[in-house]
């Protein structure tokens, strides 16, 4: 099972602010097969990041994905208040699709 | 436009199961995999397993093996998630998620909470 771990595990930044999120997996993983998330309270999840870096339909470009093997990023380059959720990173490369803890972005 | 749409909440006791269904609509039902995960309340995403709606292949993780089964009706583009033996622990929101191709999960149901309290 590929285990992702993501840090830091509550980010706390300003509207405006640039957000950087981390995504680490305990084996390599195929950069088509990692996707981002963002989760706000009471709503299922929604994709933000596919394919590492691409982005879904609708996702606005102040997201973005990087990375590849074992460590990978989100930036969301200027903070909007909408943005202040939680985001995981998952793997669909191989069974368990796995995903990993969070990260909590809270407004400062 | 895509939509899966889950059944409502359901309360129950320690031992019994819960059936849980997302009916699919706005796109070819049998062409992508549907997914099952849960979030207990407060906790992260812990994915169960996946249907192919075309020939009704299953895969499991494999902490739920032998307790959860997925199914799926492709006259009414609806598949369901089955979990048996409940415990307290199996509290949580259940969601269906469609797999689009190399894309991730791109569309989720609502979501479903289990309760399960003697």
């Known amino acids: 099972e590929i285990v992702l771990t993501q840090s830091p595990g509550t980010l706390s930044l300003s509207p405006g602010e640039r957000a950087t999120l981390s995504c680490r997996a305990s084996q390599s993983v195929s950069s088509r097969y990692l996707a981002w998330y963002q989760q706000k309270p009471g709503q299922a999840p929604r994709l933000l990041i596919y394919?590492?870096?691409s982005r879904a339909t609708g996702i606005p470009d102040r997201f973005s994905g990087s990375g590849s093997g074992t460590d990978f990023t989100l930036t969301i380059s200027r903070l909007e208040p909408e943005d202040f959720a939680v985001y995981y990173c998952?793997?669909?490369?191989?069974?368990?699709?796995?995903f990993g803890q969070g990260t909590r972005l809270e407004i400062k | 436009q895509v939509q899966l749409v889950q059944s409502g909440a359901e309360v129950k006791k320690p031992g019994a199961s819960v059936k849980v269904s997302c009916k699919a609509s706005g796109y070819t039902f049998t062409s992508y995999y549907m997914h099952w995960v849960r979030q207990a309340p407060g906790q992260g995403l812990e994915w169960l397993g996946v249907?192919?709606?075309?020939?009704?292949?299953?895969s499991y993780a494999q902490q739920f093996q032998g307790r959860v089964t997925m199914t799926r009706d492709t006259s009414t583009s609806t598949v369901y998630m089955e979990l048996s033996s409940l415990r307290s622990e199996d509290t949580a929101v259940f969601y269906c998620?469609?797999?689009?191709?190399?894309?991730?999960?791109?569309?989720w149901g609502q979501g479903t909470l289990v309760t399960v309290s003697s």
């Open positions: 249907i192919y709606p075309s020939d009704g292949a299953t």
């Open positions: 998620a469609r797999r689009g191709g190399n894309s991730g999960f791109d569309y």
């Open positions: 394919g590492a870096s």
């Open positions: 998952q793997q669909y490369s191989s069974s368990p699709f796995t």
